[in-house]
């Protein structure tokens, strides 16, 4: 971690018309990719920054969350704000993508077919580059999912762990990210749909086959089993809708409790 030194800022310049907490955006961008701000460094205090870069601390605040959203800095409660500094995959925040979603009425098959293209490259990618770490990562989510058949909640956690780790083994960290950006949403429906799940020995058997193709080294094989997988994960979310529907339909037709 590395303090910055003042005299690396100057004040934005605001175009005409513009918004200057648009200019504090881009004028932090233009430094990283200078080489002036890098990895694990921090920023000056906001009180100190805002001066340096001449706008208001409610306007610093608004390009910071910016840019905190789309992973470039991180705020550490009672530490300040820092350049991300991680080796795992960039994370994207799903915030924009949900927007659009409610705005242009995107579908669960849209979204699923997204997640296939991404996933099944990246489950080819694992196969010609995971090393035996990836494979003790994977091997252990896949035990987990067996462990817990019986407890929905917990085999979606070890389900969602397997996936990232097959991320992470494919070595691509653009893929990773917009991966998990669009397997977030998704997963925030299958989290209140997955209790009415009926058969999930199904789908840890369908995990086992792609962790086997990635192990042996066939990238055809685990991009064919991640496909085979998604669509059952398609059908399974599809199936399993319809019965909270008709609990929450059950609630409505029984109307408000009476006092």
Do not use: C
Not at 73 to 87: C, H, K, M, P, Y
Not at 214 to 219: D, T, Y
Request: glycine residues 6%; hydrophobic residues 40%; aromatic residues 4%.
């Amino acid at each position: 971690m590395t303090d910055l030194r003042e005299t690396r800022f100057r004040a934005v310049e605001v175009d005409k018309g513009g918004s200057s907490s648009e200019e504090v955006v881009q004028h932090l961008r233009e430094m990283i990719h200078r080489g002036e701000l890098q990895r694990g460094d921090r920023l000056p205090p906001e009180r100190d920054l805002a001066k340096l870069l001449g706008v208001s601390r409610p306007t610093l605040r608004a390009g910071i969350r910016s840019l905190a959203a789309h992973g470039v800095l991180q705020s550490r409660q009672g530490a300040g704000t820092f350049v991300v500094d991680n080796d795992g995959p960039p994370s994207l925040d799903s915030s924009p993508l949900r927007l659009m979603a409610a705005l242009h009425g995107f579908t669960s098959a849209e979204m699923f077919e997204a997640r296939r293209s991404i996933e099944m490259a990246m489950a080819g990618l694992a196969a010609e580059r995971a090393t035996g770490d990836n494979m003790a990562s994977m091997a252990e989510e896949l035990a987990g999912m067996y462990a817990s058949l019986d407890d929905p909640e917990q085999y979606l956690v070890h389900d969602m762990h397997f996936h990232q780790m097959v991320a992470v083994a494919s070595g691509n960290r653009i893929l990773t990210a917009l991966m998990n950006m669009v397997a977030t949403i998704l997963l925030d429906v299958r989290s209140k749909t997955v209790k009415h799940a009926k058969d999930l020995k199904e789908s840890a058997e369908m995990h086992r086959q792609i962790y086997r193709a990635i192990r042996n080294h066939n990238s055809e094989a685990a991009r064919s089993a991640m496909r085979d997988h998604l669509m059952l994960a398609q059908k399974a979310q599809e199936s399993e809708e319809p019965d909270q529907m008709s609990a929450d339909d059950s609630r409505t037709k029984e109307g408000p409790k009476k006092r």
